[in-house]
């Protein structure tokens, strides 16, 4: 079945260094692939989307671009901040079942001042 | 636009009770959709509503029911509950159409002891 794999937290920078965290997905087709972030004590606020081979989204300084070839879809930002700390997923909503998401299991993100 | 609502944002119940949550989704989205988020088994996807009939599934035994009214207004019922049903449960709205993207509200935090 459709999947999402993420790298494992928790992951801590200092402030203005580089993000990356890596998410590969398992599905058939063409899904829809969006990054989550959740924030303590909140729900999840869609980040970013992206719904075809080569599409980058883009918020708030990140980034991810659709990549079929590698069926990948990676978070970066360039400079983080110490307000960037929450939690992210990673999730695919399959063609065959749009309104189905499928998340990953998470990345607690600390950012040290 | 006012976001997604959700009622009550905490709730204790004892094992063997039931309960019924409530989402008010955004004003004009038509489709409701409840996710389970617990520590061990991350954000699962419960089932989605549309126009007033699921259209959706997740694996989830049938003591998790729900249903929408003709305002796209929506509640969720669990029967007989078990300790393991103690989990954050998202609503999200969407317009049902499209990309399905969706819109998550604060999220019910349920205690079953």
């Known amino acids: 079945g459709d999947s999402v794999t993420q790298m494992e937290g928790p992951v801590t920078l200092s402030e203005e260094a580089f993000l990356t965290i890596n998410c590969t997905y398992t599905?058939?087709?063409?899904?829809?692939l969006f990054w989550y972030v959740q924030y303590p004590g909140e729900g999840l606020q869609l980040l970013l989307k992206a719904t075809k081979a080569d599409d980058k989204g883009s918020n708030k300084g990140f980034e991810a671009t659709y990549r079929k070839e590698t069926t990948s879809f990676h978070l970066e930002k360039g400079s983080v901040q110490v307000s960037d700390s929450a939690v992210y997923f990673c999730?695919?909503?399959?063609?065959?079942?749009?309104?189905?998401?499928?998340f990953g299991s998470g990345t607690r993100l600390s950012i040290r001042p | 636009k006012a976001g997604v609502t959700q009622t009550p944002r905490y709730l204790i119940k004892t094992r063997g009770q039931q309960v019924t949550l409530s989402c008010s989704p955004i004003s004009g989205h038509r489709s409701v959709s409840w996710y389970q988020q617990t520590p061990g088994q991350g954000l699962q996807f419960l089932f989605e509503?549309?126009?007033?009939?699921?259209?959706n599934k997740g694996n989830f035994p049938g003591r998790f029911s729900g249903r929408q009214f003709s305002n796209s207004r929506s509640e969720m019922n669990v029967s007989t509950l078990e300790l393991g049903d103690s989990a954050l449960y998202l609503c999200?709205?969407?317009?049902?159409?499209?990309?399905?993207?969706?819109?998550f509200g604060p999220g019910t935090r349920l205690t079953v002891t």
């Open positions: 599905a058939t087709g063409y899904p829809s």
């Open positions: 509503y549309f126009s007033e009939t699921q259209r």
């Open positions: 999730a695919l909503s399959p063609r065959s079942s749009a309104s189905k998401i499928i």
């Open positions: 999200a709205s969407s317009a049902g159409t499209g990309t399905y993207e969706q819109y």
